[in-house]
């Protein structure tokens, strides 16, 4: 929760909040098998079809939904740096973001809120708007 990694509450306990956007993906933490795994991800990503989706795949679901497509790896987010940064919040929003700190101006105006979480949540919480407990959608 916002302004401190150790600002902490389980997703389930947070349900209530609503957010504006998730941001996934950091420069930290990056491990060997997260990249091995990157290619299949990336090629399940664009070809498996969602259960219960009507048979849609995760692109379509986030493109329909106004996601921004993977961009090339930039330090936009934790410097919330100009306008056009990508990840840039330049207005006061609620953002669930798999970086790595969430002090004030962290990702750009000083009255944004950034919940820091997992990529499993942070995805569960693109998908209902809400932080999301992860476990909703897991089989």
């Not at 990503?45 to 790896?73: M, N, R, W």
Request: aromatic share 8%; net charge negative.
């Amino acid at each position: 929760m916002p302004h401190s990694p150790d600002n902490r509450a389980l997703a389930r306990e947070c349900k209530d909040v609503k957010i504006d956007r998730v941001y996934i993906g950091s420069c930290t933490g990056g491990k060997t098998e997260d990249f091995l795994a990157a290619p299949k991800v990336w090629v399940d990503v664009y070809t498996l079809p969602v259960p219960l989706s009507g048979g849609k795949t995760c692109s379509q679901i986030f493109e329909e939904a106004g996601c921004d497509t993977p961009a090339s790896p930039n330090f936009g987010a934790c410097l919330g740096g100009p306008r056009d940064t990508y990840a840039c919040m330049n207005e006061p929003q609620v953002c669930v973001s798999t970086t790595n700190r969430n002090f004030p101006g962290r990702m750009g105006h000083k009255e944004g809120q950034i919940c820091l979480a997992s990529p499993y949540t942070a995805a569960a919480s693109a998908l209902t708007g809400f932080v999301t407990d992860p476990r909703d959608f897991l089989q």
